[in-house]
């Protein structure tokens, strides 16, 4: 039996759970998988699942241990503190036996704490068993039942059964702690309260409210109502009434208190008082005394039927049962006396209905307004037979007849109990779930529970939404990855495996490497919509990195090699360009010399070089990125072979290539961009510089020279690094196919030196002149921007002056100062020091061994713009010539300016004034200035001669609408002799246009005939020293002809 009952323990029966749960992962969980993915494939997942399971399951019962045990220990401690009753005056006197009973109980409350019912792993704690109190007059036997009933008190075989049942201070409250149930034996006192009617109330509620305190859910499972058997048939009415209305008032305190419904269990005790209940029941053994005798109420039936109506029936069916017993019961009797007690049994035991029916009313017949009572059973027992039975039937008949009473003998206690044991174990205690929970608790757990539910829900519902939407998501991504990579395959098949250009396959590697979780989505999270064990972005990811990088192997990689062929082909005459290609080309297939670096270097300078204008600098991003990919680790195997018979040409070419251009050429590709500042003229000319200066090419003025073409250049690039690269071109002759090296002679070294020097000055040399060939004036529009430029040009801080200054400090190595031939001296120690790495490649040269040349100094640069510098320097004791140029250009400014507001009629005055030579002037002054300032000036003398011109002729022009033409049109168009008409010109209009001092005569006279040359046939315009009026020979001619009809018609 106790091996049956450890397989039924909770925990025993939840362990077997785990271990299902755990053999379930075990052989099940591999073949779990979401969308391809098995995450419990692997042991260790499945080990460390199952570990978690049980560590949960472990941490659960843990947790419901000591949860159990705090409880418990609140209790104990709770009834440690109601312990120490209160003592009267008279109790005084025993307060060495208190002290005692306390020190036991002490001693008790330390054991009961450590204390736990059952076996190791069934054990329970004293919260966890059912609770019943018992409620009842003083005297009713309580105490008594419990005492003399079978139940079984797991610390009694240490304290004994009084010692146990004190605990709690027997003035107050009895605990009885059992196996099955905790017994609440309250004091007779609480019940009736009368006899300090305040302090047992207070004592009563109070002890209520400590059970609601420890035990909040369900304080207790039942209630169990002890009424004697001798209250009820010798007290009077009122007693008894009295004794029922305090009954009924527990049970109501109880309800409103604990806020919970419990079923109510009646005894009536001491039934053996009732005269022949011993007799009668004196042949039961030790097993039928323990059945249950009285009746319990079904639970189906209306909870409104009247309780006492319940009674009344089921009472006249035991009394019915007695009755049917009684004939067998006397045949087994002998004695005459015995008898006659058993036969009035049965009669004696049907007239307590009556009493028990009233009793009963005034205990559970409710009003509205209180709580109706859960009346389970009625109960007949006896603990132990003693004292005088009561003969109800004899002392009826005495007072009907006026005879004495005559009393039974008392019975001698026999300590028998009569259907008490079954009664508390198989009736009540296996009942105490039948107790409700407090309501305001279970409505506050109920609503706990909701709320625990409707968020499971909640969370089932977002749990499925997400993987709806994640699934959703996936499946979107996996057709758009198929979208994407449909027209790959195609867009592949219509490239022209001859292409070298790479812009053509920009959008299609643009395109793969931008898939859906390919090689641009890398870096990126796993997106959360699209995971909860659904996502397919690794697989597909994978794939997409994978084709991208088979792209730039088999298809940009190729056009990478052919553009390199390509540039060594076209470029067979630039040896400055064939040695870094070469050198590029090489790397792809040699592993000790290859250099990403240098290879990303040289194939992004060809594209900013050599790639359209409209690329767009995301596009030549995008390129970078591409190869910087394909260039993260050396592409091998490559796609082709490299082009050895390319590579053995371009060698040669190489090698018939002086050494010291090819020193240069790498000097300016690696240097080009050392970080020296350019030669901007918008800088250098001052903030006025856009104003009156441009670029004839069209370029910004921000655009100039580059660093390394300046004096900073010279001094603090090509003079500090030119043995740096020497000493790399040596490294480099794995290029060449070869890695020997000789020993340079001093006369070697120093042409070396000097050819290097010379095409660097040669070089410096061509920037500055086609800077300067470039530069201009802004042109004129119109006679008000001239004068506003020629005052900017022609003042102080002149930013044509600046221009001019700043470039012939560049140009005369003013920076260098006195140090320039040390400095000179110190690079040819340098290029000394590795010249004689590089004899085998001098020894390969025609010129290698030839006489030295001349020493080169930066004065093959300064005697060239030596014209330049003497213009914004001069002689000694002298004034810049500049400063003259400037000067007149300051005429020509005032001599416009004053022109800018002149009419018509001033302009032409001017203009046959001798202030108009001031034109001439300036192109004198451009005579014997030096480039640049030669071509300005011209410029602007041609300039301010036709603007000039240009305003006299829009006067001339007004002048001829405003007064000849009007009269012309008037009476002298369409007329005859003039034109072949009837009608003919008037004497006198003919006169007025043509005669002496007429509107033609007086016209040309006033306005042409200063700047008119009259030939002996034709007239011709004379501009010496004037500004040419610009009016055309048409126009003369018509002027002469009407000269010769005034000559004719109106001779003097």
């Given at each position: 039996?106790?091996?049956?009952?450890?397989?039924?323990?909770?925990?025993f029966?939840?362990?077997l759970?785990?271990?299902?749960?755990?053999?379930?992962?075990?052989?099940?969980?591999p073949f779990?998988?979401?969308?391809?993915?098995e995450p419990?494939?692997?042991?260790?997942?499945?080990?460390?699942?199952?570990?978690?399971?049980?560590?949960y399951?472990?941490i659960?019962?843990i947790?419901?241990?000591?949860?159990a045990?705090?409880r418990?220990?609140?209790?104990?401690?709770?009834?440690?503190?109601?312990?120490?009753?209160?003592?009267?005056?008279?109790?005084?006197?025993?307060?060495?036996e208190?002290?005692?009973?306390?020190e036991?109980?002490?001693?008790?409350?330390k054991?009961?704490k450590?204390?736990?019912?059952?076996?190791?792993?069934?054990?329970?704690?004293?919260?966890?068993l059912?609770?019943?109190?018992?409620?009842?007059?003083?005297?009713?036997?309580?105490?008594?039942?419990?005492?003399?009933?079978d139940?079984?008190?797991?610390l009694s075989?240490?304290f004994?059964?009084?010692?146990?049942r004190?605990?709690?201070?027997?003035?107050?409250?009895?605990?009885?702690?059992?196996?099955?149930?905790v017994?609440?034996?309250?004091?007779?006192?609480?019940?009736?309260?009368?006899?300090?009617e305040k302090?047992?109330?207070?004592?009563w509620?109070?002890?209520?409210?400590?059970?609601?305190?420890?035990?909040?859910?369900?304080?207790?499972?039942?209630?169990?109502?002890?009424?004697?058997?001798?209250?009820?048939?010798?007290?009077s009415?009122a007693?008894?009434?009295?004794?029922?209305?305090?009954?009924?008032?527990?049970?109501?305190?109880?309800?409103?208190?604990?806020?919970i419904?419990?079923?109510?269990?009646?005894?009536?005790?001491?039934?053996?008082?009732?005269?022949?209940f011993?007799?009668?029941?004196?042949?039961?053994?030790?097993?039928k005394?323990?059945?249950?005798?009285?009746m319990?109420f079904?639970?189906?039936e209306?909870?409104?039927?009247?309780?006492?109506?319940?009674?009344?029936?089921?009472?006249?069916?035991?009394?019915?049962?007695?009755?049917?017993q009684?004939?067998?019961k006397?045949?087994r009797?002998?004695?005459?006396?015995?008898?006659?007690?058993?036969?009035?049994?049965?009669?004696?035991?049907?007239?307590l209905?009556e009493?028990?029916?009233?009793?009963?009313?005034?205990?559970?017949?409710?009003?509205?307004?209180?709580?109706?009572?859960?009346?389970?059973?009625i109960y007949?027992?006896?603990?132990t037979?003693?004292?005088s039975?009561?003969?109800?039937?004899?002392g009826?008949l005495?007072?009907?007849?006026?005879?004495?009473r005559?009393?039974?003998a008392?019975?001698?206690?026999?300590?028998?109990?009569?259907?008490?044991?079954?009664?508390?174990?198989?009736v009540?205690?296996?009942?105490h779930?039948?107790?409700g929970?407090?309501?305001?608790?279970?409505?506050?757990?109920?609503w706990?529970?909701?709320g625990?539910?409707?968020?499971?829900a909640?969370?089932?519902?977002?749990?499925?939404?997400v993987?709806?939407?994640s699934?959703?998501?996936?499946?979107?991504?996996?057709?758009e990855?198929?979208?994407?990579?449909?027209?790959?395959?195609?867009?592949?098949?219509?490239?022209?495996?001859?292409?070298t250009?790479?812009?053509?396959?920009?959008?299609l590697?643009?395109?793969?490497?931008?898939?859906?979780?390919?090689?641009?989505?890398?870096?990126?999270g796993?997106?959360?919509?699209?995971?909860?064990?659904?996502?397919?972005?690794?697989?597909?990811?994978?794939?997409?990195?994978?084709?991208?990088?088979?792209?730039?192997?088999?298809?940009?990689?190729?056009?990478?090699?052919?553009?390199?062929?390509?540039?060594?082909?076209?470029?067979?005459?630039?040896?400055?360009?064939?040695?870094?290609?070469?050198?590029?080309?090489?790397m792809?297939?040699?592993?000790?010399?290859?250099?990403?670096?240098?290879?990303?270097?040289?194939?992004?300078?060809d594209?900013?070089?050599?790639?359209?204008?409209?690329?767009t600098?995301?596009?030549?991003?995008?390129?970078?990125?591409?190869?910087?990919t394909?260039?993260?680790?050396?592409?091998?195997?490559?796609?082709?072979?490299?082009?050895?018979?390319?590579?053995?040409q371009?060698?040669?070419i190489l090698?018939?290539?002086p050494?010291?251009k090819?020193?240069?050429?790498?000097?300016?590709?690696?240097?080009?961009?050392?970080?020296?500042?350019?030669?901007?003229?918008?800088?250098?000319?001052?903030?006025?510089?856009?104003?009156?200066?441009?670029?004839?090419?069209?370029?910004?003025?921000t655009r100039?020279?580059?660093?390394f073409?300046?004096?900073?250049?010279?001094?603090d690039?090509?003079l500090?690094?030119?043995?740096?690269?020497?000493?790399q071109?040596?490294?480099?002759?794995?290029?060449?196919?070869?890695?020997e090296?000789?020993?340079?002679?001093?006369?070697?070294?120093?042409?070396?030196?000097e050819?290097?020097?010379?095409?660097?000055?040669?070089?410096?040399?061509?920037?500055?002149d086609?800077?300067?060939a470039?530069?201009?004036?802004k042109?004129?529009?119109?006679?008000t921007q001239?004068?506003?430029?020629?005052?900017?040009?022609?003042?102080?801080n002149?930013?044509l002056?600046?221009?001019?200054q700043?470039?012939?400090?560049?140009?005369?190595?003013a920076?260098?100062a006195?140090?320039?031939?040390?400095?000179?001296?110190?690079a040819?120690?340098?290029?000394?020091?590795?010249?004689?790495?590089?004899?085998?490649?001098?020894s390969?040269?025609?010129?290698?061994?030839?006489?030295?040349?001349?020493?080169?100094?930066?004065?093959?640069?300064?005697?060239?713009?030596k014209?330049?510098?003497?213009l914004?320097?001069?002689?000694p004791?002298?004034?810049?010539?500049?400063?003259?140029s400037?000067?007149?250009?300051?005429?020509?400014?005032?001599?416009?300016?004053?022109?800018?507001?002149?009419?018509?009629?001033?302009?032409?005055?001017?203009?046959?004034?001798?202030?108009?030579?001031?034109?001439?002037?300036?192109?004198?002054e451009?005579?014997?200035?030096?480039?640049?300032?030669?071509?300005m000036?011209?410029?602007?003398?041609?300039?301010?001669?036709d603007?000039?011109?240009?305003?006299?002729?829009?006067?001339?022009?007004n002048?001829?609408?405003?007064?000849?033409?009007?009269?012309?049109?008037?009476?002298?168009?369409?007329?005859?002799?003039?034109?072949?008409?009837?009608?003919?010109?008037?004497?006198?209009?003919?006169?007025?246009?043509?005669?002496?001092?007429?509107?033609?005569?007086?016209?040309f006279?006033?306005?042409l005939?200063?700047?008119v040359?009259?030939?002996?046939?034709?007239?011709?315009w004379?501009?010496?020293?004037a500004?040419d009026?610009?009016?055309?020979?048409?126009a003369?001619?018509?002027?002469?002809?009407?000269?010769?009809?005034?000559n004719?018609?109106?001779?003097?």
């Amino acid at each position: 039996m106790k091996l049956f009952n450890f397989f039924k323990q909770r925990w025993f029966i939840s362990l077997l759970g785990v271990i299902a749960v755990g053999l379930l992962i075990w052989f099940l969980g591999p073949f779990l998988a979401f969308a391809g993915y098995e995450p419990l494939a692997p042991e260790n997942h499945r080990w460390g699942l199952i570990g978690i399971v049980a560590a949960y399951w472990l941490i659960v019962r843990i947790w419901s241990y000591f949860t159990a045990k705090n409880r418990n220990d609140q209790v104990l401690s709770a009834m440690s503190v109601s312990a120490g009753p209160t003592l009267s005056a008279d109790e005084m006197a025993s307060r060495d036996e208190l002290q005692a009973i306390k020190e036991r109980m002490e001693d008790a409350l330390k054991i009961l704490k450590k204390s736990q019912l059952g076996g190791h792993f069934g054990r329970q704690f004293l919260y966890q068993l059912p609770w019943y109190i018992i409620i009842g007059p003083p005297g009713s036997g309580k105490s008594t039942l419990l005492k003399n009933s079978d139940l079984k008190f797991p610390l009694s075989d240490r304290f004994g059964k009084d010692a146990i049942r004190g605990v709690g201070g027997t003035r107050n409250c009895d605990w009885w702690f059992t196996d099955e149930a905790v017994l609440l034996d309250t004091a007779g006192r609480y019940t009736t309260q009368d006899s300090h009617e305040k302090a047992d109330q207070l004592a009563w509620l109070g002890f209520l409210d400590l059970l609601k305190k420890h035990r909040s859910r369900r304080p207790i499972n039942g209630a169990i109502i002890a009424i004697s058997i001798a209250d009820l048939l010798e007290q009077s009415k009122a007693e008894q009434q009295a004794h029922a209305v305090s009954i009924r008032n527990r049970i109501q305190e109880l309800h409103e208190r604990f806020n919970i419904r419990f079923p109510v269990y009646l005894l009536f005790t001491k039934c053996d008082l009732l005269a022949g209940f011993i007799e009668y029941f004196d042949d039961l053994d030790h097993d039928k005394r323990g059945q249950v005798w009285g009746m319990t109420f079904s639970l189906e039936e209306n909870p409104k039927a009247n309780a006492v109506e319940q009674f009344t029936q089921e009472f006249s069916l035991l009394g019915k049962q007695l009755q049917n017993q009684l004939v067998d019961k006397l045949q087994r009797e002998q004695g005459g006396n015995r008898r006659n007690l058993i036969y009035t049994f049965p009669q004696q035991f049907s007239s307590l209905g009556e009493l028990a029916q009233s009793f009963l009313s005034e205990i559970f017949q409710t009003t509205r307004y209180e709580h109706a009572t859960l009346l389970r059973g009625i109960y007949f027992t006896s603990a132990t037979q003693e004292g005088s039975p009561i003969d109800r039937i004899m002392g009826s008949l005495a007072n009907s007849f006026g005879l004495d009473r005559q009393n039974l003998a008392t019975t001698a206690n026999q300590g028998k109990s009569f259907f008490i044991n079954r009664l508390l174990s198989d009736v009540i205690f296996a009942e105490h779930g039948l107790a409700g929970a407090n309501l305001k608790l279970e409505n506050k757990r109920a609503w706990l529970q909701r709320g625990a539910f409707i968020a499971i829900a909640a969370l089932s519902l977002l749990v499925a939404s997400v993987w709806l939407y994640s699934y959703t998501g996936n499946k979107a991504y996996i057709q758009e990855v198929a979208q994407e990579a449909k027209g790959l395959q195609q867009s592949v098949n219509q490239l022209n495996p001859d292409e070298t250009d790479p812009l053509p396959l920009l959008p299609l590697l643009d395109k793969v490497r931008n898939l859906p979780g390919g090689y641009s989505d890398q870096q990126e999270g796993t997106p959360w919509g699209l995971s909860f064990g659904l996502y397919q972005g690794e697989k597909l990811g994978d794939a997409s990195i994978a084709l991208y990088q088979k792209l730039l192997k088999d298809v940009f990689l190729p056009r990478l090699l052919s553009r390199l062929e390509q540039q060594l082909q076209n470029n067979s005459n630039n040896s400055d360009y064939l040695l870094e290609t070469l050198k590029v080309y090489l790397m792809f297939n040699d592993e000790k010399n290859y250099n990403r670096d240098a290879v990303t270097a040289w194939l992004t300078l060809d594209w900013t070089h050599n790639l359209p204008l409209d690329v767009t600098n995301e596009q030549r991003q995008a390129l970078t990125n591409h190869l910087n990919t394909l260039l993260a680790t050396r592409p091998v195997p490559l796609p082709r072979p490299l082009n050895q018979a390319l590579i053995s040409q371009t060698r040669d070419i190489l090698e018939n290539t002086p050494i010291a251009k090819r020193v240069y050429a790498r000097m300016k590709l690696e240097l080009a961009n050392s970080g020296i500042t350019d030669f901007a003229v918008s800088e250098k000319a001052g903030r006025d510089a856009p104003l009156v200066l441009a670029n004839k090419s069209g370029d910004p003025l921000t655009r100039g020279v580059p660093g390394f073409f300046t004096c900073a250049g010279y001094k603090d690039v090509f003079l500090k690094n030119n043995t740096q690269l020497i000493d790399q071109q040596v490294a480099d002759n794995w290029v060449l196919g070869t890695t020997e090296s000789v020993k340079l002679n001093d006369a070697e070294i120093k042409a070396l030196r000097e050819s290097v020097l010379k095409q660097y000055l040669n070089d410096y040399i061509k920037q500055w002149d086609d800077l300067l060939a470039d530069i201009q004036l802004k042109p004129f529009s119109s006679q008000t921007q001239m004068v506003e430029v020629l005052n900017i040009v022609a003042s102080e801080n002149s930013p044509l002056r600046l221009l001019l200054q700043a470039v012939g400090e560049e140009t005369s190595f003013a920076c260098l100062a006195e140090k320039n031939k040390d400095l000179l001296d110190k690079a040819s120690s340098k290029i000394t020091s590795a010249g004689n790495m590089l004899e085998k490649i001098i020894s390969s040269t025609p010129d290698a061994h030839s006489a030295a040349p001349p020493e080169i100094t930066t004065n093959l640069v300064t005697e060239h713009f030596k014209e330049l510098h003497e213009l914004i320097q001069g002689k000694p004791g002298g004034q810049p010539p500049l400063n003259q140029s400037l000067a007149v250009l300051n005429e020509l400014y005032v001599y416009l300016n004053s022109l800018l507001h002149a009419s018509g009629e001033e302009l032409a005055t001017e203009q046959r004034k001798e202030s108009l030579q001031i034109i001439d002037k300036v192109k004198l002054e451009g005579k014997r200035s030096p480039f640049p300032l030669k071509d300005m000036l011209d410029t602007i003398a041609a300039d301010s001669n036709d603007l000039v011109s240009g305003g006299v002729k829009k006067h001339y022009n007004n002048m001829w609408r405003s007064t000849v033409l009007p009269f012309c049109n008037k009476a002298i168009q369409g007329l005859y002799p003039m034109y072949k008409s009837p009608r003919e010109i008037t004497y006198e209009d003919f006169t007025a246009f043509f005669g002496p001092a007429g509107l033609m005569d007086d016209f040309f006279t006033k306005y042409l005939a200063a700047s008119v040359e009259k030939g002996e046939r034709n007239w011709t315009w004379n501009t010496r020293g004037a500004a040419d009026p610009a009016i055309s020979a048409a126009a003369l001619a018509q002027f002469q002809l009407a000269d010769t009809i005034k000559n004719i018609f109106f001779r003097m």
